[in-house]
């Protein structure tokens, strides 16, 4: 049996290939049936304003703790097969990719679950902060009430 | 020594992104809270904000955890990643 070893966290400034990382996350896998990805990109508006960039910052370190640990749970509470996030950070444009969140499982049910479970936790408890350029200045984004009710939902 | 490090919009408002402090008398994250906002009135008003975060050794935590030399100590915003 060939062993699979996917680095399942990456915080990186190039972007990433969503076929590529597809073909990881099935590559050697005859077990499951299902693969759920989510891809996030950079709108062109946000809070009634133009976005022409944003900047990502982190705290490098507690970053891959913290969704190594979101990832750790998601295990726990699902049948899932391989786990893959990746987010980037540095000055994105419109249309950049942002963050990738990859599952897979044997049926479709647990991949999708974990999918949006990791997205949810990610959003709260992941070092990340965004700062936008705009038509109206460059500011640092708030946090959304929404977000927080979301993944307390789980 | 403890040593502090800020994010996101804290590090620019503090203007500061670490420093180091000694942890004498200080046994908290709300202690050391205290600490900094006695500084002067910008530090003051960043570290009464009740959505201040923090987290010990890349843990997130509240203030009554505890704090030892070496630690790593950090504050930050609400996170907006994803």
Same mark, same amino acid.
């Given at each position: 049996?060939?062993?699979?070893?996917?680095?399942?966290?990456?915080?990186?400034?190039?972007?990433?290939?969503?076929?590529?990382?597809?073909?990881?996350?099935?590559?050697?896998?005859?077990?499951?049936?299902?693969?759920?990805?989510?891809?996030?990109?950079?709108?062109?508006?946000?809070?009634?304003?133009?976005?022409?960039?944003?900047?990502?910052?982190?705290?490098?370190?507690?970053?891959?703790?913290?969704?190594? !640990?979101?990832?750790?749970?998601?295990?726990?509470?699902?049948?899932?097969?391989?786990?893959?996030?990746?987010?980037?950070?540095?000055?994105?444009?419109?249309?950049?990719?942002?963050?990738?969140?990859?599952?897979?499982?044997?049926?479709?049910?647990?991949?999708?679950?974990?999918?949006?479970?990791?997205?949810?936790?990610?959003?709260?408890?992941?070092?990340?902060?965004?700062?936008? !350029?705009?038509?109206?200045?460059?500011?640092?984004?708030?946090?959304?009430?929404?977000?927080?009710?979301?993944?307390?939902?789980? | 020594?403890?040593?502090?490090?800020?994010?996101?919009?804290?590090?620019?408002?503090?203007?500061?992104?670490?420093?180091?402090?000694?942890?004498?008398?200080?046994?908290?994250?709300?202690?050391?809270?205290?600490?900094?906002?006695?500084?002067?009135?910008?530090?003051?008003?960043?570290?009464?904000?009740?959505?201040?975060?923090?987290?010990?050794?890349?843990?997130?935590?509240?203030?009554?955890?505890?704090?030892?030399?070496?630690?790593?100590?950090?504050?930050?915003?609400?996170?907006?990643?994803?």
């Amino acid at each position: 049996m060939i062993e699979y070893n996917i680095v399942e966290v990456s915080i990186q400034t190039a972007d990433f290939s969503l076929a590529d990382e597809v073909a990881l996350l099935e590559q050697n896998n005859a077990t499951d049936g299902a693969v759920v990805t989510f891809t996030g990109r950079v709108r062109n508006k946000n809070e009634g304003k133009e976005v022409t960039s944003l900047t990502l910052e982190h705290y490098s370190g507690m970053t891959e703790k913290s969704l190594a !640990k979101i990832i750790s749970t998601a295990k726990d509470r699902w049948r899932i097969g391989r786990v893959k996030v990746i987010h980037r950070v540095g000055e994105l444009f419109i249309g950049d990719q942002i963050v990738f969140v990859g599952v897979t499982s044997k049926h479709r049910q647990d991949a999708f679950a974990a999918n949006e479970f990791i997205m949810d936790y990610l959003k709260v408890q992941a070092p990340f902060w965004k700062k936008e !350029k705009t038509n109206q200045g460059e500011y640092w984004l708030n946090a959304k009430t929404s977000d927080e009710n979301k993944a307390a939902k789980w | 020594m403890i040593k502090v490090v800020f994010f996101a919009t804290l590090r620019e408002q503090l203007d500061c992104s670490e420093l180091s402090i000694s942890n004498e008398n200080l046994a908290t994250v709300g202690d050391l809270k205290t600490e900094l906002a006695n500084k002067n009135e910008q530090w003051q008003q960043v570290f009464t904000n009740s959505s201040l975060l923090a987290a010990v050794n890349h843990d997130m935590v509240n203030n009554e955890a505890l704090i030892k030399s070496g630690d790593e100590v950090a504050f930050f915003p609400p996170v907006t990643g994803g």
